[in-house]
């Protein structure tokens, strides 16, 4: 009889033991298997400090970035020389927009596409798919004009032209812009475009693109890249 008591403890402890190795065990696998989970999640986050822009963030995050990015000044370099450009702080939305795409390098690779002679010469587009890749990864979104700073397009302004869609408030197509050439000014574009800047040196280079030999639709018979814009003190 005493060894069946004996027998019975034996197994009852051995049992308890059983049970709570069991769950230890089974809540150290599930702190770990959380862990792991979260690694994979992190590691899984895109890697950027911006949100997607869409054209309903798009004016509050510049307001915003106008806040701590006060730089107004950039080179655009291509195969012809240098373009240096003040951008105007009156319209801030759209020179935060320029100063933003310059440290994102999206303008890097891109293309002066549109060039007439005496009049502008367009870039900020081409038609590699690295372009498409870019814009598809900092967002779709447009900027509403800003037409009343009392600036006009006089010859050197740089300016931004209105998106291809319908567009009858002619919002801002912010991945490019055009430089006028045009001596006397295009002032006939007054009020529709919104100016943000200027030339300061390398007219002589906007010229000599300008003049470059193009097909019927102002595309250059030769690529003109823009092969970085970089801010500049």
């Keep these: 009889m005493r060894l069946i008591i004996l027998l019975s403890m034996f197994f009852l402890f051995t049992n308890c033991e059983d049970k709570q190795t069991k769950k230890k065990t089974t809540k150290e696998d599930l702190t770990k298997s959380d862990t792991l989970q979260t690694i994979k999640n992190d590691s899984e986050k895109p890697d950027r400090r911006y949100p997607k822009l869409d054209s309903k963030n798009a004016m509050f995050f510049f307001q915003e970035y106008d806040k701590k990015h006060k730089e107004n000044k950039v080179r655009i370099t291509t195969d012809f020389g240098n373009i240096d450009i003040l951008l105007f702080n009156e319209t801030k939305y759209h020179r935060s927009n320029f100063i933003f795409l310059t440290k994102q390098k999206y303008f890097d690779g891109t293309q002066f596409y549109r060039v007439i002679d005496n009049y502008i010469i367009q870039g900020g587009n081409s038609d590699d798919v690295k372009t498409a890749r870019k814009r598809s990864k900092i967002g779709k979104y447009l900027l509403p004009p800003d037409t009343k700073r009392g600036f006009t397009h006089e010859r050197g ?77």
């Design 157 to 233: 302004v740089i300016s931004m032209p209105s998106s291809e869609i319908d567009n009858p408030h002619k919002l801002a197509s912010p991945y490019e812009f055009f430089i006028v050439c045009q001596k006397g000014g295009a002032h006939f574009l007054d009020g529709d475009y919104t100016i943000f800047g200027r030339v300061i040196s390398g007219m002589d280079v906007v010229d000599e693109i300008a003049a470059v030999e193009t097909e019927d639709g102002d595309w250059p018979l030769r690529n003109i890249y823009i092969r970085k814009v970089e801010i500049i003190d």
